[in-house]
């Protein structure tokens, strides 16, 4: 069962990779912590240069996180627009922006050819669309975007007219591919080239030195030259990261179209939080049967742990999405993911921030995680074999833009709000008034706790505590989770940890 309680418009085509669990000390050349799209990119293009390369990760089989709920939008089209990258960052970087996520679609595609994998990769245009009264916004983006260097197009008309008028932008050579299925075929050549994986392994601790060690929450110790961090937020800093880094939930939907009622291209529009399209095609899945199309439409982002019903999220895209497309014959799939908003729309890549030597971070992928990291893969195998890249400054984690720091100071505000938990009542006065299938937290004292009843009346109690910065979990109904609305991390109903920052689960409760 995955994390989440819905599931993608994607089968798992991950399982049959499941790697025991790391029972013993062992040294490797490199340690890649997390086995997403950035962590298996790492592994293997570090691989291919020779390097004998180690992943962990907290799921049995890699992709198991954040990276199988991506709706796989291949994208060098910033998605917080280039002419805010430019005014924060200055054109050059928003040049190099554009260029480091072209050459990540361009790798992609290459390792698809190199390694034959069959993931429905594509090429398509990506369509920028104005929300009424932001035909401004798209005439700035157009200007801005070919200052950038991107092949950009201002079209009168939106190619869907049901999606609104006024001017578009169209982005050439965008792409797209069905993620487990790339995500199993990376993971095969990866293993070719002698790269090892061990699941159900979560980092405990990770210090830097030469070498460089990971302790895991089994007891045992890899020992290596270099140490990369590529869970979805980072596990091993407490407070570094956490403060330009913010955790919001997206929502997606899929449901049938017949095949040719959609252009199959990428769309979205200016709203905040903007809806995003694209197709699954018979290719993307591996079909025969070419009748039907599943439209995928997804957006509606929120602060995690800061909805108390998110199930209304995916209502409101499938309002949303019938009101546009009378062929759509509702949603099949519903499903949510996780993304890390940073303080310029671009992820933090490079040497940790806090000065432990030999090890490395990715994190921040800004909803644009396929890209980034890509991105990632690339720049971290230029910088463990000490090579100059012109990406360094730009995704740099120990940045802190001037002009973002207005950001900075909001965005730490809504972090602390939560905080404010420790002070109002519980969901419900005790223990009792909890239902079957629901969870709620309890005051109990001084203290909260996290109470879960099973369908069965089963009883399961842990403090509401967030094991990795103190704030009060919520209960969140829709994925049957307990979430943090601090930092992001997540629990299972009983209090297994499954999302960082936090890297243990709820506490033991006092009764």
């Known amino acids: 069962m995955s994390q989440h309680s819905t599931d993608p418009a994607w089968k798992d085509t991950l399982s049959d990779f499941k790697g025991p669990p790391l029972t013993g000390d062992i040294t490797a050349d490199v340690c890649v912590v997390g086995a997403g799209i950035a962590g298996l990119t790492t592994a293997y293009l570090l691989a291919e240069t020779g390097r004998q390369v180690t992943v962990i990760d907290a799921n049995e089989s890699p992709g198991g996180g954040e990276t199988r709920f991506t709706t796989a939008h291949l994208a060098s089209a910033i998605d917080d627009r280039f002419f805010e990258v430019a005014r924060i960052r200055g054109e050059k970087m928003a040049r190099l922006a554009f260029e480091s996520h072209a050459a990540a679609i361009n790798r992609i595609e290459a390792i698809c050819q190199l390694e034959k994998i069959d993931c429905g990769f594509r090429r398509l245009a990506g369509h920028l669309f104005p929300a009424p009264g932001d035909e401004k916004v798209i005439r700035k983006e157009y200007e801005a975007a070919k200052a950038a260097g991107c092949a950009v197009e201002m079209l009168q008309d939106v190619p869907i007219h049901s999606l609104g008028a006024g001017p578009c932008l169209r982005f050439l050579d965008q792409g797209t591919f069905e993620p487990s299925r790339y995500m199993a075929g990376l993971w095969a050549a990866a293993s070719r080239r002698g790269v090892t994986f061990y699941g159900r392994t979560r980092a405990a601790e990770v210090n830097g030195g030469n070498p460089a060690e990971v302790k895991t929450d089994r007891g045992a110790t890899i020992k290596a030259n270099a140490v990369v961090v590529a869970t979805n937020t980072p596990v091993h800093t407490r407070v570094a990261m956490h403060t330009k880094v913010a955790p919001y939930s997206t929502y997606a939907i899929a449901g049938p179209v017949p095949h040719g009622a959609v252009p199959d291209g990428l769309f979205w529009d200016t709203l905040d939080a903007y809806h995003y399209i694209r197709l699954v095609t018979a290719r993307d899945r591996g079909d025969a049967d070419t009748r039907t199309d599943l439209l995928l439409v997804g957006g509606d982002d929120h602060r995690t742990g800061q909805d108390p019903d ?22 099949t799939h519903r499903w949510s993911g996780m993304v890390m908003e940073t303080l310029d729309g671009l992820a933090y890549i490079g040497a940790d921030v806090t000065g432990e030597k030999n090890v490395y971070l990715v994190t921040g992928d800004s909803g644009m995680g396929m890209t980034h990291g890509t991105i990632a893969g690339i720049l971290l195998n230029d910088l463990i074999h000490d090579r100059a890249s012109p990406w360094a ?45 629901q969870g709620a937290i309890v005051r109990r004292g001084l203290t909260k706790l996290a109470v879960f009843r099973d369908d069965g009346g089963s009883l399961f109690i842990r403090s509401a505590v967030c094991p990795h910065l103190g704030g009060i979990v919520r ?37």
């Open 475 to 511: 209960w969140n109904p829709a994925e049957q989770t307990w979430d943090c609305p601090c930092h992001g991390s997540r629990f299972k109903p009983s209090g297994e940890v499954i999302h960082g920052p936090a890297n243990t689960g709820l506490g033991k409760a006092e009764l």
């Open 393 to 437: 400054e730009l995704y740099d984690p120990s940045r802190l833009p001037i002009r973002a720091t207005g950001d900075y100071v909001s965005e730490g505000a809504n972090m602390a709000l939560p905080y404010l938990d420790w002070l109002t009542s519980g969901d419900v006065k005790s223990i009792e008034d909890v239902k079957p299938g």
């Open 310 to 331: 998110p199930s209304g999220r995916w209502n409101d895209l499938e309002i949303w999405t019938r009101e546009r497309f009378p062929q759509f014959g509702g949603a």
